[in-house]
């Protein structure tokens, strides 16, 4: 049986130190870009919420950092959307290679997009 989190700590620590340090490295940027985001688990991974409604949620794999974002797509950004396309992995999911530095920048556009739909979802 799969283990249960309580806390996103024990989330992070359970992982591989690359996959964990990449887990610990979106909830540091998450904080950042996006002020007074709150924390939980759902689904047995990290979720980061405003207002009790989920943003994000964040796993760490064997290969890759998995990133759900709520709502799936900030489509609203078509160059974002452009720039996430070799990361898409099915409906709803954003993939980023462990064997390749996490592109921050990125990472950042797209919190600031899904805090914007959260603001207005």
Same mark, same amino acid.
């Given at each position: 049986?799969?283990?249960?989190?309580?806390?996103?700590?024990?989330?992070?620590? #359970?992982?591989?130190?690359?996959?964990?340090?990449?887990?610990?490295?979106?909830?540091?940027?998450?904080?950042?870009?996006?002020?007074? =985001?709150?924390?939980?688990?759902?689904?047995?991974?990290?979720?980061?919420?405003?207002?009790?409604? +989920?943003? =994000?949620?964040?796993?760490?794999?064997?290969?890759? /950092?998995?990133?759900?974002? !709520?709502? #799936?797509? +900030?489509?609203?950004?078509?160059?974002?959307?452009? @720039? /996430?396309?070799?990361?898409? #992995?099915?409906?709803?999911? =954003?993939?980023? +290679?462990? #064997?390749?530095?996490? @592109? !921050?920048? =990125?990472?950042?556009?797209? /919190?600031?997009?899904?805090?914007?739909?959260?603001?207005?979802?």
């Amino acid at each position: 049986m799969a283990q249960k989190f309580s806390t996103i700590d024990e989330y992070v620590g #359970s992982l591989a130190p690359d996959s964990g340090a990449a887990v610990q490295r979106v909830r540091d940027l998450a904080h950042e870009e996006l002020p007074g =985001l709150g924390e939980t688990i759902a689904y047995n991974m990290p979720t980061f919420e405003r207002d009790g409604r +989920p943003v =994000l949620h964040v796993g760490g794999w064997k290969t890759h /950092l998995a990133i759900y974002p !709520e709502p #799936s797509a +900030p489509a609203e950004d078509a160059g974002l959307v452009l @720039d /996430l396309a070799p990361y898409a #992995s099915g409906k709803g999911t =954003l993939r980023f +290679p462990l #064997s390749r530095p996490l @592109d !921050e920048q =990125l990472l950042r556009r797209t /919190l600031r997009a899904l805090g914007a739909a959260a603001a207005t979802g």
